[in-house]
């Protein structure tokens, strides 16, 4: 395996890969574990997972400097991934009693209750663009629940893997409790495959996700999907326009616009688009991309020169079924994977920008005549991660994410975002079940009835 900078095309690091024998091994040990872990006390869970979260602070400047040179995140973002993730540890820690107690229910027998207990190794499969917070909110809720796990990480970000395994162990959780293995795609099924991996979880592209679930439905074992998505963004017509332009902004270009749940169909309303416009330029174009080390860079590099390449081919095909450039749009000369911040206007149906997700740096403004034609080509998807709606009439808002738009999450005045104390995930293609909070540890356990006559 092979690290390349994004910023400067340079090798980073070479990693060898897991061998066969050495993916049973670690299958094996993690099963091993986890028949003691299950009936480890709580309480004695809850104090490494805090032990966990401290490891990570204390690293948060190493981690988010490895997450730059490996994928081109921003340094100041990724300090914000390294503080996200320690606090879904301590979530957990201190929830987990709650969420995994005994529910009674009266059924006029001696005892009747719901257990909740853990499934056994789930084996995780995992993108680049958060190479830390997509496994470590996998993590904490399934090592709370007495599960063991087990990693496939995007190829680029294998230094990220390690240093997660490295903690792990550090913490004083059971060395091989959680193993991360260095695989290429093509070997997903190794680990699959083997009869003590009870479960799988993945979050990546819908292709991945049809993969992994075909293969894992052959085998009858649960899985977890967090897929693409192309949240639409209502801009309706008595929207703060300035509160819109700068949530759209962000919740387009962070993580240099690598997000499933980034802003990528900007819908405004007809009476309000060429103002709307103009202030999302003034705010797009401010945004001072460069090298991800560097602290006032607020968009770094693609996470790689082919993905770039993709997108630029969706722009142009955009351009060319009709859609107009208004900022960007090309792309730079020089080393590494750069792409300015871009926005299509008149995108329409038939076009990339509509109809597919666009990965980076790139919004998509598509005219509404009203509301209710709002609500129609945000769900013209499909797609269904995320979606927010921007109106003064808050109610309205609320109303409209509530009852109308077919997405995983819905916002109302503000950008997208995840938090570990609410259900996330999505619909349609963007797959199904649910990560954080009760729920999504809940997704990896075994929901168990037991009746005492």
């Not at 490996?70 to 300090?79: V, Y």
């Not at 688009?273 to 991309?289: G, N, P, R, W």
């Not at 003064?392 to 995840?418: M, P, Q």
Request: glycine share 8%; net charge negative.
């Amino acid at each position: 395996m092979i690290s390349v900078s994004p910023t400067t095309g340079e090798t980073i690091a070479e990693y060898a890969e897991t061998t066969p024998d050495q993916v049973t091994q670690a299958i094996v040990r993690a099963h091993e574990l986890q028949q003691t872990w299950a009936h480890t006390d709580l309480s004695d869970r809850s104090v490494l997972m805090e032990a966990f979260a401290a490891i990570l602070e204390r690293n948060r400047e190493d981690l988010a400097t490895l997450m730059a040179d490996e994928m081109g995140k921003p340094i100041t973002q990724g300090r914000a991934e390294v503080d996200k993730c320690a606090w879904v540890c301590r979530y957990y820690a201190q929830e987990a009693a709650t969420i995994l107690a005994d529910v009674s229910i009266d059924t006029g027998r001696a005892s009747s209750y719901i257990a909740h207990r853990p499934l056994g190794i789930i084996l995780a499969i995992m993108p680049w663009n958060f190479p830390l917070w997509q496994v470590i909110r996998f993590l904490a809720p399934a090592l709370m629940a007495g599960n063991a796990a087990l990693l496939k990480h995007a190829s680029n970000v294998t230094g990220c893997a390690i240093a997660i395994d490295k903690m792990v162990v550090e913490a004083g959780f059971p060395d091989g409790l959680f193993r991360a293995l260095v695989l290429p795609s093509s070997r997903v099924q190794e680990a699959l495959d083997h009869p003590f991996v009870a479960a799988a979880t993945l979050t990546g592209s819908d292709a991945a996700g049809r993969s992994v679930a075909s293969r894992a439905g052959g085998l009858l074992k649960k899985t977890v999907l967090e897929l693409g998505g192309s949240d639409p963004y209502l801009i309706l017509a008595d929207a703060d326009l300035d509160l819109a332009a700068t949530a759209c902004s962000t919740g387009r270009l962070i993580n240099g616009g690598q997000s499933c749940v980034a802003a990528k169909r900007l819908i405004v309303d007809r009476t309000v688009v060429d103002e709307f416009t103009a202030k999302l330029i003034d705010v797009m174009s401010s945004y001072k991309v460069g090298d991800p080390r560097d602290d006032a860079t607020m968009v770094g590099p693609m996470a790689r020169v082919d993905l770039r390449a993709e997108l630029q081919n969706q722009v142009a095909r955009s351009v060319a079924s009709g859609a107009r450039v208004v900022l960007g749009g090309d792309v730079p000369e020089g080393a590494g994977a750069f792409y300015p911040p871009t926005i299509l206007t008149d995108v329409a149906p038939g076009m990339a920008a509509y109809h597919e997700e666009i990965f980076g740096p790139v919004a998509s403004i598509i005219l509404a005549e009203d509301e209710a034609d709002a609500i129609r080509i945000a769900n013209d998807s499909d797609f269904g991660l995320g979606a927010a709606v921007f109106t003064r009439d808050v109610e309205r808002g609320e109303r409209i994410a509530r009852d109308y738009l077919e997405a995983g999450t819905c916002f109302v005045n503000g950008f997208v975002g995840s938090d570990p104390r609410l259900p996330f995930g999505g619909i349609k293609t963007s797959g199904y079940g649910r990560e954080l909070s009760h729920i999504g540890m809940q997704e990896f356990l075994n929901i168990k009835t037991v009746v005492v006559n």
